[in-house]
């Protein structure tokens, strides 16, 4: 710095940067503690209003509701196997596909590369692959979790990008002592990968867990398939509904006579909200290192 | 002798007849079941267009469906429902599009100018968390904050802009904005990503001579680190513009109702509603491949236009 670091100039530049930054980690962690408190607050109490930043009357009624509509724990259970198995079968299918491809005296790479790439700018639509599901047999079975989404060109991308990084040397001197392809992926390829297969494996785990439309057209049918996040949208899309009759009841003068021990859509909302959010929010902090680093990598792509 | 290193004055073609078929046909058996698989998931069911010229009924074979040609277009274009969704998604993209572009842009040149090393992790870790959210839940901290008893009325009360609670997710007029905000708070962080990877490759050298010169702060931002990071912005933007008919869907899904819906249905919205709700999958097909077709238009014509302008190109 050539200039005095402490002209009015620079203080007021300081100020203003250290304001725009907590202003955003304000922004982006006050609707999550305002649910939380909203969630174990009485819900009588919060229509009245003002529930900021601390529950005035403890409760659990709005979990212990939650708990007894939504079977929680089985979709708990449905939804860390599909994440789980799903994870899995990517890491894997990708892999192996990406190194395949990532080779040059692969002799086809070319034309099934372009089939691959190809293959993320084309989309049939809902309906089409609706049928294409409900043809194979896949309706209202756990599988209709895993097996359309076994595979996604972006990961390849990812992946085919960080393999090229792996030095030629490597792989032929092992073909030199006569390793094949296979032994070659498994052994020394594979575990080259982990940084990005560490990536790879975020992405999928965060989409597999967070989807719930799938639910909706392919297992609506079958309760026991029904995700964390589809129990959790039924039970938000219930409440949206039902608020708008509690809103006109509180107009109307009722919402004093409401007692402690219920509670309403506003309450349920929240305490769903937070049942949804927490397991995202737990893993967070021990994942957060892989995402730079892979989406890097996968920015240098094509 | 390693198969493929080329020594000058061999045939490139060589190593295949000295060494035939044995690698070849181990990375066949790796990448064709693959391939398969994406054929079978991606490109077949575009065959299931052809439901859209036809009067579909799913109990009918291929063979003994009703042909209609373009009727179910036709019908598409000339409803006036289809007008106003179309209005819904331009719309919603664009607002998504540009608040997207200019706080991601904006936070990345901050949170560069950051120098206590502390205060920008802890706030880039902090911005990229809500990216890993699903949409049910921030549709659920949205509908939390914007309650007739939310905070947000709250504040506005309290600075005298209302005077009593409104129904945000009720007022037709809001749901863009409040789709477009969502859009902004769960992804602004995440995007800075590309943004801040771009700015830490530019050559510091720029920056010390343009020091030498005189420039002040906001001049190098303006004439050193907004040009470096155009190329980037381009690629982006490009991508952006291919999926302008991608305004959304499960925020919609979650948080339309019946009293902002002239507002808040979007092409994808049409499309689960004709189907799911109606069983008029001909119609939601038409509709779908309508979308597909216009985005592979857009895609194509911006690619192109980067070129003639010298952009960087994606495709």
């Not at chain 2, 709700?277 to 238009?297: D, E």
Request: with cysteine; net charge positive; aromatic share 14%.
């Amino acid at each position: 710095m050539i200039h005095s670091r402490f002209t009015l100039e620079n203080i007021l530049f300081t100020s203003f940067k250290f304001v725009v930054v907590m202003g955003l980690v304000l922004i982006t962690l006050y609707p999550f503690w305002n649910t939380v408190v909203i969630s174990f607050n009485a819900a009588g109490d919060t229509i009245r209003g003002g529930v900021t930043v601390w529950p005035r009357e403890w409760t659990m009624t709005n979990y212990k509701a939650v708990w007894v509509t939504a079977n929680i724990p089985q979709a708990f259970f449905v939804s860390v196997s599909r994440t789980v198995i799903t994870t899995i079968l990517n890491l894997a299918v990708t892999s192996m596909l990406a190194y395949a491809l990532s080779r040059k005296e692969f002799r086809f790479r070319r034309p099934l590369t372009l089939i691959v790439v190809l293959s993320m700018y084309v989309n049939a639509g809902l309906f089409p692959n609706y049928f294409l599901i409900r043809g194979l047999g896949l309706m209202n079975t756990f599988w209709v979790y895993v097996v359309p989404t076994m595979f996604a060109g972006f990961n390849f991308i990812i992946m085919r990008t960080f393999m090229r990084t792996i030095p030629e040397s490597v792989i032929e001197s092992a073909r030199m002592d006569g390793a094949r392809e296979f032994f070659i992926y498994r052994t020394i390829i594979f575990p080259l990968c982990k940084p990005v297969l560490a990536t790879v494996a975020l992405f999928v785990a965060v989409g597999a867990w967070n989807s719930w439309f799938d639910t909706v057209l392919y297992a609506s049918r079958n309760p026991d398939l029904f995700t964390l996040q589809y129990q959790l949208m039924s039970m938000l899309q219930s409440s949206m509904n039902q608020s708008r009759s509690a809103a006109d009841v509180g107009s109307s003068g009722m919402a004093a006579n409401i007692n402690a021990s219920m509670v309403t859509p506003q309450s349920i909302r929240a305490a769903t909200t937070v049942i949804a959010a927490v397991p995202i929010l737990l893993v967070y902090p021990f994942l957060q290192k892989y995402f730079v680093v892979g989406l890097n990598v996968g920015s240098i792509k094509e | 002798m390693p198969p493929f290193s080329r020594k000058p004055g061999l045939p490139r073609r060589k190593p295949f007849v000295k060494k035939p078929f044995v690698n070849q046909r181990d990375f066949l058996l790796m990448s064709v079941p693959v391939v398969l698989y994406v054929v079978l998931f991606t490109y077949a069911p575009l065959w299931g267009w052809t439901m859209a010229f036809q009067n579909f009924k799913p109990s009918r074979t291929f063979w003994t469906q009703e042909w209609v040609g373009f009727q179910w277009f036709e019908y598409l274009f000339s409803d006036d429902s289809f007008v106003r969704i179309m209005r819904n998604t331009l719309a919603m993209s664009g607002i998504n599009l540009v608040l997207g572009f200019v706080s991601a842009i904006v936070l990345a040149l901050i949170l560069n100018e950051m120098r206590q090393m502390f205060f920008k992790r802890m706030a880039q870790t902090i911005s990229y968390l809500p990216h890993f959210l699903s949409w049910v839940v921030v549709s659920g901290l949205v509908a939390t904050m914007l309650a007739s008893d939310g905070v947000f009325n709250q504040i506005l009360q309290t600075l005298g802009i209302i005077q009593k609670p409104l129904m945000w997710l009720g007022e037709p007029s809001a749901f863009w904005w409040i789709v477009g905000f969502a859009n902004v708070w769960k992804e602004v962080g995440w995007n800075t990503i590309i943004y801040l990877a771009a700015i830490s490759a530019i050559d510091p050298a720029l920056y010390e001579a343009a020091e030498m010169d005189g420039c002040n702060r906001y001049q190098k931002m303006w004439s050193i680190t907004l040009p470096s990071i155009r190329p980037t912005i381009m690629v982006l933007l490009i991508i952006s513009i291919g999926y302008i008919m991608e305004s959304g869907f499960e925020i919609q899904y979650l948080l339309g109702n019946g009293m902002n819906q002239d507002y808040s249905q979007s092409i994808d919205i049409y499309v689960v509603t004709y189907g799911l709700n109606l069983g008029n999958y001909s119609l939601a097909t038409a509709g779908g491949m309508f979308k597909s077709v216009v985005n592979i238009i857009l895609l194509l014509s911006a690619n192109s236009f980067a070129r003639k302008m010298g952009e960087e190109r994606l495709l």
